[in-house]
């Protein structure tokens, strides 16, 4: 059974500081995985896509890579702003026949501080 | 184009009333994923739509709930009888294609009085 798991659950830094959110992953068999950003009452924003074929997937300031043989995505964001604070979530696509739902993990929640 | 959209945005009922979230995907897109995140917790699928299919259902309670998605209209989540501890933010994606990101609306945000 695919679970997914996010460290750290709750990060606070600085403006400007350049950071680094983990996700974990059992079962390497996935489509793709996905970065998501929630904001408080709010709805998913999806940040990145990476295939399984893919290693990373840039957008501005944002960063994600993925190993799928250790089971691992970082999303690195360069430059913090306090804009940048909500929760980040991971989801993965299971790789088993029609599969199409989304596995998550439960999310980092961010500050970052002016 | 307009995003995915879904209404209410926030719903208040009081146990054993009924429930109807209403889910209008991204223009084009014929997939609709229904996901419910409940306090404290994860995100967790519920149940996967075609145009008057349904695909996956394996989220699902069994009892009490439903979905469609018909040829015309919105797709629904139906609540029925609710309980206390259906409160939720109930989401809705939708997608053109198993290989297109899943897009999700602002969410409905249900109450159980």
Known sequence: KQEVTQIPAALSVPE???LVLNCSFTDSA???LQWFRQDPGKGLTSLLLIQSS???QTSGRL????DKSSGRSTLYIAASQPGDSATYLCAVRPRAGNNR??????GTSLAVNP | NAGVMQNPRH???????????RCSPMKGHSHVYWYRQLPEEGLKFMVYLQKENIIDESGMPKERFSAEFPKEGPSILRIQQ?????SAAYFCASSNSHQETQYFGPGTRLLVL
């Open chain 1, 30 to 32: 996935i489509y793709n």
């Open chain 1, 63 to 66: 960063n994600a890579s993925l």
């Open chain 2, 82 to 86: 609710v309980v206390r501890g259906d």
């Open chain 1, 54 to 56: 893919q290693r990373e």
């Open chain 1, 101 to 106: 739902k989304l596995i998550w993990g439960l």
């Open chain 2, 11 to 21: 719903l208040v009922r009081r146990r054993g009333q009924e429930a109807r979230l």
């Open chain 1, 16 to 18: 400007g500081e350049n």
